[in-house]
């Protein structure tokens, strides 16, 4: 992986393609801050073993404005007047349901996980993004979230958080042009939300997701762009 030392903000490091992020940014000189719910046991992120990266793990429950809140002076210890290269909103959690079959407290839920804790941490991490080189946010989203895709009935909460996450992103690009934000579409990979028929696994799709977030440029603010480098249509 082509690499230069950034800093950057994984949310949901504790397994699946979070954990698999963080894996490959501390094989090189990054400072990596990995965000995850518990730390006490994300025991796979505790093993993990930096080669000449920092890596500094820190309590963030995207689903809790408290917990967000909290977590940006944590952020803002680690990086000790350092500016943040990378945000990148990759938690989130997925139901299956149908648009006329689901709990309205659990759809909620899910709003808060997939959209509105990732708006919100954004918006705090700004004056800290203000100050990276790179100033990029990655918006983990799906092309589920497409109105261009055709995935049936299925999902229908999770892909509604989608759709919401994809206009966050559109919104956040007009909004701060000083920025690059981004919808990244991971694939269909292997991990406790993709399930076992998935034909990608958490190497393949990290380090092709890696490879595009290396490669943007000003011009790619506002896109919905796949693992794999192919633009999306929203
Ligand atoms: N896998 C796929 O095929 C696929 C396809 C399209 C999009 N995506 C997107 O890719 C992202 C990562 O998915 P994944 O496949 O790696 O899923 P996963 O294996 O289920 O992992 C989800 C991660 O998100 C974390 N998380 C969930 N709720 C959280 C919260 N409230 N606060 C902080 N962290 C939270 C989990 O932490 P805990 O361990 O604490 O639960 C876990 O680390 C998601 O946004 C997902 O929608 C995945």
């Not at 963080?22 to 505790?46: E, G, K, W, Y």
């Not at 993990?48 to 967000?68: K, M, R, Y």
């Not at 190497?203 to 000003?218: I, R, T």
Request: proline letters at 4%; charged letters at 15%.
């Amino acid at each position: 992986m082509a690499n230069t030392a950034s800093t950057w903000l994984i949310v949901g490091a504790s397994r699946g393609l979070g954990l698999e992020l963080v894996r490959q940014l501390i094989a090189t000189s990054n400072t990596v801050i990995a965000a995850c719910r518990n730390p006490s046991s994300a025991s796979q992120l505790q093993a993990l073993e930096p080669t000449g990266a920092e890596l500094h793990i820190i309590q963030l429950d995207v689903s809790s404005e408290e917990s967000i809140r909290a977590s940006v002076g944590k952020v803002e210890a680690v990086l000790n007047g350092r500016g943040l290269d990378y945000l990148y909103n990759n938690a989130g959690i997925l139901a299956q349901d149908d648009a006329f079959n689901f709990s309205y407290s659990e759809f909620l839920a899910i709003l808060q996980t997939n959209v509105v804790g990732p708006a919100l941490l954004a918006s705090l991490c700004l004056p800290f993004l203000e100050k990276g080189n790179k100033k990029t946010i990655v918006n983990v989203s799906s092309s589920m979230g497409g109105l261009t895709h055709d995935y049936g009935a299925s999902a229908a909460r999770y892909s509604a958080s989608k759709a919401a996450m994809n206009m966050l992103t559109h919104k956040q690009a007009k909004t701060r042009p000083d920025l690059i934000v981004i919808s990244l579409c991971p694939g269909w990979v292997q991990t406790d939300l993709g399930g076992v028929s998935a034909p990608l696994e958490p190497p393949e799709s990290v380090a092709g997701q890696l490879k595009v977030v290396l490669g943007l440029k000003k011009e790619d603010t506002g896109k919905f762009i796949r693992y794999d480098g192919q633009e999306l249509t929203w």
